[in-house]
Nanobody
Framework: QVLLVEAGGGLVQAGGSLRLSCTAS????????MGWFRQAPGKERDFVAV????????YYADSVKGRFTISRGIAKNTVYLQMNSLKPEDTAVYFC????????????????WGQGTQVTVSS
């Protein structure tokens, strides 16, 4: 199983930017896709973005397209989520996730979760 550790959450004003990172360790000799989900208070955990092992395939939720960018480090075990033009409705706990493929992660087929990092966007 892959161990995922997130970093980079915080408080930002609407229109601002944040960059989240997630580093994988442990059972990392197999290929895996990495992505992000978020959960606002009282709501379900929703898909945000995912990137394939190669970095060539990315999927985004409609609500973040054009504002968020997911990328993968050269070492493959780190994924980043650059969040621009943040809105108050982006406020949530953001969870890093890993799965066998980008499509599988997008569909909720998750093999490992991070502990989550809080993102708060003030209006």
């Amino acid at each position: 199983q892959v161990l995922l550790v997130e970093a980079g959450g915080g408080l930002v004003q609407a229109g601002g930017s944040l960059r989240l990172s997630c580093t994988a360790s442990g059972h990392t000799f197999s290929t895996y896709a990495m992505g992000w989900f978020r959960q606002a208070p009282g709501k379900e955990r929703d898909f945000v973005a995912v990137i394939s092992w190669s970095g060539e395939i990315t999927y985004y939720a409609d609500s973040v397209k054009g504002r968020f960018t997911i990328s993968r480090g050269i070492a493959k075990n780190t994924v980043y989520l650059q969040m621009n033009s943040l809105k108050p409705e982006d406020t949530a706990v953001y969870f890093c996730a890993a799965g066998s493929s980008a499509r599988t992660v997008q569909s909720g087929g998750i093999t490992s979760w991070g502990q989550g990092t809080q993102v708060t966007v003030s209006s």
